[in-house]
């Protein structure tokens, strides 16, 4: 042992640490790499796969896209008629998740109930914990053949209505749009759905995506990393803004009413809903393909009143600040005219993005760390208890 109590030179302070590299929000922080979808704001294109998403929104339907997301390729002939009838086979809502939706008030909060739902379908799921690859890829699948019916029947029974049986001769769209209003609509309508589920699919390391890999990465179940992500997406700064849109929408009520609508919004220093994203400065490379599909559905209801108040809000907040239209933004109209509830928007949302969130689920798990970064403690110094 070394006797320091003669020693008398003192040892020089070390030197400060440097302050640590702080990035509030992530913002600009790149934590990993992904091979499912590239977003690039330079170019203002967004790739899953490697396709480019207008590209895959013009020529190929939702369960196509879904397949491309979990394989890495779209699927051939057999693969997708494999596909489909597995989807079609998983789609009636489940008598357990049913009596679990049916505990709930109606009052409460959609994404609420989607969000309970998953959570039942995990805690109802045998192979739960088994998190093989093969495993979870069926889970996904089956997540994704569960969620419209859970969707829709929400829907139904805040309006008083019976449960809508699905129909196997439809594909995944139509049927989600039977389910929830008991008919089949135009084609105009089912297309445009169809084009909102390819759009909203995946997106990168996005607030809920991030939350289902981080969820992943402590080595827990699929089903808790979505049900956490259905959280994450909930917040009105992501997916929660296209319900939010049409409360705008509904507030300001007509093309003219814009400008003071708008004069009194930012006075308040008021978030605009539907407009900024933390990645593309220069708008979000899926709102022309959504923009079409919401003009196709303003010219099949009529409804020039909607491009008008659309047009005129966008065209002033982009004068004003510069900040463009998210997806958001013609989603929330869009839906509204395709008649769902405004509150039943964001689930729409989470039945898409469970592509992306379950193949993001997946390639966390192939690939696995731990995600825990660091943070720099500002509270009181050290202190000690009174004897
Ligand atoms: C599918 C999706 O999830 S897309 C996103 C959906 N969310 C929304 O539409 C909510 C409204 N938008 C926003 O709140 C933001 O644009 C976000 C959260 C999406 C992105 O935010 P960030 O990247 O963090 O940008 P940040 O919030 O720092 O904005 C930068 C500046 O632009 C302003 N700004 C950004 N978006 C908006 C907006 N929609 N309305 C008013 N001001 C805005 C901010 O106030 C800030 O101004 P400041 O520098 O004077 O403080
Ligand atoms: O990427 C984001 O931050 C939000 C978004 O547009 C999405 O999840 O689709």
Redo the contacts with the bound molecule.
């Keep these: 042992m070394t006797d320091t109590s003669t020693t008398t030179a003192t040892a020089p302070s070390p030197a400060p640490a440097p302050a640590p590299d702080i990035r509030k929000?992530l913002?600009g922080v790149v934590v990993d790499v992904t091979a499912i979808s590239k977003v690039n704001p330079e170019t203002n294109s967004l790739l899953y796969r490697g396709y480019p998403v207008q590209e895959l929104a013009a020529a190929k339907r939702f369960e196509e896209v879904a397949y491309l997301l979990w394989h890495g390729e779209l699927p051939d002939a057999a693969e997708l008629a494999g596909f489909r009838a597995a989807e079609r086979a998983g789609r009636a809502l489940r008598p357990n998740v049913r009596a679990a939706i049916d505990l709930l008030p109606t009052t409460a909060h959609p994404m609420d109930v989607v969000r309970t739902a998953v959570s039942v379908i995990g805690a109802s799921d045998p192979a739960a914990a088994d998190a093989s690859p093969e495993a979870n890829l069926a889970k996904a699948k089956s997540l994704f053949a569960a969620l419209p019916a859970v969707v829709a029947y929400d829907q139904r029974r805040r309006r008083g209505q019976d449960l809508v049986a699905p129909r196997d001769d439809l594909d995944y769209s139509a049927n989600f749009l039977y389910m929830t209003f008991g008919e089949v609509p135009d084609a105009t309508v089912v297309d445009a759905f169809d084009v909102s589920m390819i759009l909203?699919a995946e997106?990168s390391f996005?607030?809920s995506t991030f939350t289902a890999r981080v969820i992943t990465s402590t080595l827990s179940d699929l089903y808790s990393a979505v049900t956490g992500a259905v959280g994450a997406l909930k917040g009105?700064?992501?997916?929660g803004?296209?319900e939010?849109?049409m409360h705008v929408f509904d507030e300001i009520g007509s093309a003219d009413r814009v400008v003071p609508w708008l004069d009194a919004a930012?006075a308040e220093?008021?978030?605009?809903?539907?407009?900024?994203?933390?990645v593309y400065k220069r708008g979000?490379s899926r709102v022309p393909t959504m923009k079409a599909a919401l003009d196709a559905l303003i010219a099949y209801s009529d409804r020039p009143d909607v491009a008008a108040l659309y047009d005129t809000l966008e065209a002033e907040?982009v004068a004003r600040?510069g900040?463009h239209p998210?997806?958001?933004?013609p989603s929330g109209p869009a839906y509204h005219l395709m008649g769902f509830d405004t509150l039943t928007f964001t689930p729409l949302?989470v039945a898409s993005r469970v592509t992306g969130w379950t193949a993001h689920i997946m390639e966390q798990a192939a690939s696995n760390a731990l995600i825990r970064p660091l943070s720099a403690y500002v509270g009181v110094d050290e202190r000690h208890v009174r004897a």
């Design positions: 929000g913002t909203y997106h996005n607030a009105p700064l992501h997916g803004a296209n939010a849109v930012l220093k008021r978030k605009i809903m539907g407009f900024g994203h933390r979000d907040f600040k900040i998210n997806l958001d933004y949302f």
